[in-house]
């Protein structure tokens, strides 16, 4: 199984790349471009709604990404879904 911690500098490394980009994701630059303003907006709706354990947020606490997170990006989280699902 891949490190969580190691996935943000392989999206990294694999942007350097349209062809490696594209053999781990599935995407090109141009399609992942046009995807990720729809993944943020789906990613931030959700995410204010609901916990990660799927249960109702409570209380108006207001979701943040943290700096220290494995995935810290959108760009990063979406990456990381893509190479999974594939």
């Known amino acids: 199984m891949h490190d969580l911690c190691s996935m943000t500098t392989k999206y990294t490394q694999w942007r350097t790349s349209e062809l490696r980009f594209r053999s781990m994701t599935g995407?090109?630059?141009?399609?992942?471009d046009e995807l990720l303003p729809f993944f943020k907006s789906a990613h931030d709706d959700y995410f204010q709604k609901y916990e990660l354990n799927g249960k109702r947020r409570k209380g108006?606490?207001?979701?943040?990404?943290?700096?220290?997170?494995?995935?810290?990006?959108?760009?990063?989280?979406?990456?990381?879904i893509l190479f999974n699902q594939k």
């Open 60 to 80: 108006g606490r207001k979701f943040v990404i943290y700096q220290n997170s494995p995935l810290p990006t959108h760009e990063d989280r979406l990456a990381f």
């Open 27 to 32: 995407y090109n630059f141009a399609c992942f």
